[in-house]
């Protein structure tokens, strides 16, 4: 089976950078995607990595490090907007090739 | 516009009647998939479809149904719903590393 570990809740303020950290146990590890969900809404796709290294889309950048079983989304110039649940999700070829969910990591933005 | 569209968006019912969730894509993704999520807790896939006619359980053990006859259309049904079943269900298709989500279905049975 699979599983994902992510910290339950991150606080950080206006402008600041912050990193949500994800490992994961998986034996068909096939890449590493993030998703934002804001309270009440539906989960948004922010990036992917399926090899190695760092993936930046705007404020925010993706890591991933497949010997490390490890990956993280870091966001800078946080801004209040910001402050949702941001999921992990792996896709694993011994699981359908679907995604499955670590359990969420909820960010609060500051002034 | 390509999306993926839930109705409806909330529900309120009584304990023992039938529901159906609606889930409609217009991006003509084969795989599609229900989650369902209780306010701030993870997502747990309770069934998704490879295509036209295949239906597979999640890992989550739920007494919905679900049915593909086209592509673009994977309603889920509550033969008879409880106040366990209130919860909010996700639908989303895609494939790979990316999936495209439906705004939800908040369901709360009384």
């Known amino acids: 089976g699979q599983s994902l570990e992510q910290p339950s809740e991150v606080t950080a303020v206006e402008g600041a950078i912050v990193q949500i950290n994800c490992t994961y146990q998986t034996s068909g590890f096939y890449g590493l995607s993030w998703y934002q969900q804001h309270d009440g809404g539906a989960p948004t796709f922010l990036s992917y990595n399926a090899l190695d290294g760092l993936e930046e889309t705007g404020r925010f950048s993706s890591f991933l490090s497949r010997s490390d079983s490890y990956g993280y989304l870091l966001l800078q110039e946080l801004q209040m907007k910001d402050s949702a649940s941001y999921f992990c999700?792996?896709?694993?070829?011994?699981?359908?090739?679907?995604?499955?969910f670590g359990g969420g990591t909820r960010l609060m933005v500051k002034p | 516009e390509a999306d993926i569209y839930q109705t409806p968006r909330y529900l309120v019912i009584g304990t023992g009647k039938k529901i159906t969730l609606e889930c409609s894509q217009t991006m003509g993704h084969d795989k599609m998939y229900w989650y369902q999520q209780d306010p701030g807790m993870e997502l747990h896939l309770i069934h998704y479809s490879y295509g036209v006619n295949s239906t597979e359980k999640g890992d989550l053990s739920s007494e919905s149904t679900v049915s593909r006859i086209r592509t673009e259309h994977f309603p889920l049904t509550l033969e008879s719903a409880r106040p366990s079943h209130t919860s909010q269900y996700l639908c989303?298709?895609?494939?790979?590393?990316?999936?495209?989500f439906g705004s939800g279905t908040r369901l709360t049975v009384v």
């Open positions: 999700a792996v896709r694993d070829s011994n699981a359908g090739n679907m995604l499955t």
């Open positions: 989303a298709s895609g494939s790979g590393l990316r999936y495209t």
